[in-house]
């Protein structure tokens, strides 16, 4: 089966701990995406991936950091510089640049920081 | 920047027909328009995408009038199951802040 794979589904951290969110697709590709969705809202583009070993800030970057040095994985690690962590994070791809190709999402893994 | 503005929620019974607009004033000459539903605590799913007029696909059309700066979701005859969050996206990365459907026995 071909898909997004994201790890752990659920995460619990002490403040002041960075945490690495794990993304995997075996759908062959080229862009990735994070979000971030707190209660209620809607999606925010943490970070994007067009190819490998390239990545692009979003709209809400600060505190988040990725790498993408495989075509299958975009692992995003929360620092501790990340003001409020706690929330719901999905990861995305698809098979180009274009906006005219459909996301395909992952389950997401919630992040809770105490 | 193409900001959308949705509904916040909408209500509906078994059985009727459901149409969800979204505004998007400024949006792009290359952006598509993607709606998508959501579940809680799962990720979205894609539905449909059009550019311009009308887009049918199994479960759903898709309404964009010439000018584009709205476009409109209709689900025919909804179930229980269709009770979810409905995102519009405009361009690549910008969804709107989604609407709550809540369909009604």
């Known amino acids: 089966d071909g898909g997004i794979t994201q790890s752990p589904k659920y995460l619990f951290r002490k403040e002041g701990q960075n945490v690495t969110l794990s993304c995997e697709q075996n759908?062959?590709?080229?862009?990735m995406y994070w979000y971030r969705q707190d209660p209620g809202q809607g999606l925010r583009l943490i970070y994007y991936?067009?190819?490998?070993?390239?990545?692009q800030k979003g709209d809400i970057a600060e505190g988040y950091s990725v790498s993408r040095e495989k075509k299958e994985s975009f692992p995003l690690t929360v620092t501790s510089a990340q003001k409020n962590p706690t929330a719901f994070y999905l990861c995305?791809?698809?098979?180009?640049?274009?906006?005219?190709?459909?996301?395909?999402f992952g389950p997401g893994t919630r992040l809770t920081v105490t | 920047l193409a900001k959308t503005t949705q509904p916040i929620s909408m209500d509906s019974y078994e059985g009727q027909e459901v149409n969800i607009t979204c505004s998007h004033n400024n949006i792009a000459t290359n952006d598509y328009i993607t709606w998508y539903q959501q579940f809680p605590s799962q990720g979205p799913r894609f539905i449909i995408q059009?550019?311009?007029t009308k887009v049918t696909n199994e479960v759903a059309s898709l309404f964009i009038p010439a000018d584009r700066k709205s476009s409109t979701l209709s689900l025919p005859r909804v179930s229980l199951s269709d009770t979810a969050v409905y995102y519009c996206l405009v361009g690549k990365f910008y969804f709107g802040s989604g609407t709550k459907l809540n369909v009604k026995p």
């Open positions: 759908l062959n590709h080229d862009a």
């Open positions: 995305a791809s698809t098979p180009g640049q274009g906006g005219f190709y459909e996301q395909y």
């Open positions: 991936s067009q190819i490998v070993n390239d990545f």
């Open positions: 059009g550019y311009k």
